[in-house]
């Protein structure tokens, strides 16, 4: 008897309300696994956007029982949605994705009565900086961690089926309390957002002449800053003790630096008291971001990346991409950066770690230059 390539513990069929870029996502990564998916949204355009995408199709009355449901709709409506479902499907385990945790757990706990039972909560930590079915893919939760939140009255099985349900789309199940939980993604996740956006905000007014400066590191702290603006403004009120907390002791260093740029704006780069704060304030950011996995040596990234000087020509992209097709090496993702008024661009081509090599030599060979970043 021969077992399938990825055996999968999922019971379907799955239904997967709000099929936006999580619920589309993990539509697809379960559709890819051989997992019946269900789609519902309250918008019918963005259900066949995700049905169109490859998904799932659509539910309908009548249609054969969920054994799970996901709620990826926005965190203000989460509970609603859960509660509505729990009713719908009385034998279905029920789960959400939503980004902070005690509001829903909170109004589960006091409005489900005994339906709560079926529910566990859950946050995989996986997004991108767009919305919509449009900017889904199904290795989303690929090696991200995945939180799972039961609450006490969770049943044994409807925990279990929410950790097989992260580990089948790749995700790596961990489990914690929704406040701990709301207390993490504050400092993680609700405060870089914050960050980005306040960064990016400064920019609004930048003459073109500063803007066509901008480098890699403005680039690497703003990326976030392109996000959902209704959808981040729902997460963070709903974290809103959390995240204030976080920002208040971020101010406090801010006024630190603030406090020594004044004094050597004030007496000349050499005024005693302010070189020592900002020296401090960056070993502190070296301390922390040697802390992040991934970073610096900590877990491995999921994609290699291989950096290629282009010239701004017609046709150069598409002979890198040809000639990365004759490496035989498959693109995951690309990604173009130039800066205005250059005549050259660089194209990052990311790919599985083992092919970066190989692929750097064969690109070498065809006289491509590689840029070390
Ligand atoms: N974007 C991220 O990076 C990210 C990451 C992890 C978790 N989350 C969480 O996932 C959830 C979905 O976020 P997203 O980024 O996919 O948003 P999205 O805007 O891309 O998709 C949300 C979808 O929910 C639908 N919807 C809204 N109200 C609904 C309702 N009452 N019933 C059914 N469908 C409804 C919308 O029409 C939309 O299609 C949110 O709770 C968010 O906090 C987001
Ligand atoms: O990578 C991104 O674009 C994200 O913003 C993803 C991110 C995060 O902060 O890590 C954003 C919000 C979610 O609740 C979970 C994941």
């Not at 990825?6 to 709000?18: D, F, H, Q, S, W």
């Not at 980004?99 to 996986?126: C, D, F, L, T, W």
């Not at 400092?187 to 306040?198: F, G, I, W």
Request: proline residues 8%; aromatic residues 2%; charged residues 20%.
């Amino acid at each position: 008897m021969s077992l399938p390539e990825n055996p999968v513990a999922t019971v379907g069929p799955v239904k997967i309300v709000g099929t936006g870029l999580l619920g589309a996502s993990l539509g697809l990564a379960l559709s890819a696994a051989g997992i019946r998916v269900q789609l519902a949204d309250s918008s019918p355009s963005a259900l066949a956007l995700a049905r169109d995408l490859g998904a799932g199709t659509p539910a309908c009355p009548g249609g054969p029982e969920p054994a799970l449901v996901v709620v990826a709709a926005p965190p203000d409506v989460t509970a609603e949605v859960v509660r509505e479902q729990l009713h719908a499907h009385p034998e279905a385990v029920v789960t959400d994705v939503a980004s902070v945790k005690v509001p829903v757990v909170a109004e589960i706990v006091q409005k489900a009565g005994e339906n709560a039972a079926r529910y566990v909560g859950s946050h995989p930590m996986a997004g991108r900086e767009r919305s919509g079915a449009a900017a889904a893919h199904g290795d989303l939760f690929a090696g991200r961690p995945w939180v799972i939140v039961p609450l006490e009255s969770s049943r044994a099985d409807a925990v279990l089926a929410v950790r097989q349900l992260a580990a089948d789309v790749g995700g790596a199940p961990l489990t914690l309390g929704a406040a701990e939980h709301d207390d993490a993604v504050a400092l993680v996740s609700h405060l870089p957002q914050l960050a980005a956006s306040l960064v990016a905000s400064r920019l609004r007014g930048a003459p073109e002449s500063a803007l066509g400066l901008a480098g890699q590191g403005l680039r690497d702290v703003t990326r976030i800053a392109a996000s959902d603006p209704q959808l981040w403004a729902t997460i963070l009120v709903g974290n809103a003790g959390p995240v204030a907390h976080a920002l208040r002791e971020m101010r406090a260093e801010i006024d630190t630096v603030l406090e020594a740029l004044e004094r050597a704006a004030a007496d000349g780069p050499d005024a005693p008291g302010s070189t020592g704060p900002l020296a401090a304030v960056v070993a502190a950011g070296n301390s922390g971001v040697s802390r992040i996995p991934g970073k610096h040596g900590g877990a491995p990234r999921r994609y290699a990346e291989v950096t290629v000087l282009i010239p701004d020509e017609p046709g150069a992209l598409a002979r890198l991409f040809g000639d990365v097709g004759e490496a035989g090496v498959n693109i995951e993702d690309v990604q173009l950066e130039h800066s205005a008024g250059q005549r050259v661009g660089l194209a990052v081509v990311s790919v599985l770690p083992s092919a970066a090599a190989p692929l750097e030599e064969a690109l070498t060979e065809k006289g491509w230059r590689l840029v070390a970043r």
